[in-house]
């Protein structure tokens, strides 16, 4: 069963006068509506209609810069959630927004309204990469907010954007050791895409904007992912979700997009432990049956069996899967020479990778 089910509101542009140079947010959230009462209130109940009862869900304004946007407006959209909140018919509301736009007024008010997580949009701790992104704040207004966010007691994720304009191998790693002193509960990683009608497609166009190629997103995400998960900060997404608008037929114009780059970033991931796994324990010229959950089993296979197809090659083996509903999500067993081993993804890339 999922932790948690997301019921999303979309606020596009709601509250931002900047125009970051990636950002066409009507077309990535594929949104045009105007957002009411009537809206959000016909969006939570047609989203609890389809939930699970039991199930734990939470009321997320997503999209825009949410704190600031009027104050009325953000009391009518937090009052609503928070009827729903008193009701126990959701469990908790989570709100995204710029790090520039937190104060302790602010804070003061989410906090009436029983507001519990706060994400705030970073996409880099580089300044230059911030000032050439067009991004209207600092890596020290990210600093300030999560120290103030802080103090107040929210959860606190952060998003980055590896591959923005003026971005490099460096820089990423840079921001990523930023953030992972900022200690934030979890991140979203999402690599740059250039957006029809944004700036960042005239700077493509020109050729002054050279994007990510889709190896290098998988290969970047895969080595931010573990230094997360290393230092306890959950991933919980990397990529944007698919719309009618974000792929290639639709509002992407270049960059690593993909449907299903998280997994392919987490098989990737898998890959670098089994032949971590493998070369420790010698594992050549064998039989070897890799038991994984049924959910789990395409991500270790590999989209088109590409982690079989390498591994079986590099150690001269024949590899094997099965599965097991007694296994949790993500851990794996290996059975080979009469002997079963067991593994845990997340307990080996912080022990081990």
């Known amino acids: 069963m999922k932790d948690m089910y997301i019921i999303p509101i979309f606020i596009p542009h709601m509250g931002c006068p900047f125009k970051c140079v990636f950002c066409n947010q009507n077309a990535i ?34 999209g825009g810069s949410f704190t600031g946007i009027p104050m009325e407006m953000q009391n009518l959209y937090l009052g609503i959630a928070n009827e729903y909140l008193k009701e126990k018919r959701i469990d908790a509301i989570r709100l995204s927004t710029r790090p520039d736009y937190i104060n302790n007024e602010i804070l003061d008010n989410l906090k009436r309204f029983d507001v519990s997580i706060i994400e705030l949009g970073v996409q880099s701790m580089v300044d230059d990469v911030l000032n050439k992104s067009h991004r209207g704040h600092t890596s020290m207004d990210v600093e300030n907010a999560v120290k103030l ?88 997404r990397i990529g944007l979700q698919p719309t009618e608008n974000i792929n290639y037929n639709g509002d992407v114009v270049a960059g690593p997009f993909h449907p299903s780059i998280g997994q392919l970033v987490e098989s990737a991931v898998i890959y670098d432990i089994l032949k971590d796994i493998f070369e420790k324990l010698n594992i050549k010229e064998k039989v070897l049956t890799i038991i994984t959950n049924p959910k789990f089993l395409s991500t270790v296979i590999g989209q088109k069996k590409v982690n079989k197809y390498l591994l079986e090659k590099e150690f001269n083996i024949d590899l094997f899967f099965r599965t ?21 993804k997340i307990n080996y890339l912080k022990r081990k990778l």
């Open 29 to 62: 959230t594929g949104q045009n509506l105007k957002i009411d009462e009537k809206f959000v209130r016909y969006t939570i109940n047609s989203h609890l209609n389809t939930i699970p009862f039991k199930a734990k869900k939470e009321v997320s304004f997503f």
């Open 149 to 236: 966010i802080r103090e107040y007691d929210f959860k606190l994720g952060l998003q980055i954007m590896p591959g923005l304009p003026g971005d490099n191998l460096d820089r990423i790693r840079t921001t990523c050791n930023k953030v992972i002193k900022l200690k934030p509960e979890f991140v979203r990683i999402y690599p740059t895409l250039v957006v029809k009608g944004t700036y960042l497609e005239k700077m493509y166009e020109k050729g002054d904007y050279i994007p990510l190629t889709l190896d290098e997103a998988i290969n970047i995400s895969k080595e931010l992912y573990i230094n997360f998960i290393k230092n306890d900060i959950d991933v919980i």
């Open 324 to 344: 097991s509903n007694k296994l949790n999500i993500e851990d794996f067993a290996l059975i080979f020479d009469k002997k079963i081993v067991r593994f845990s």
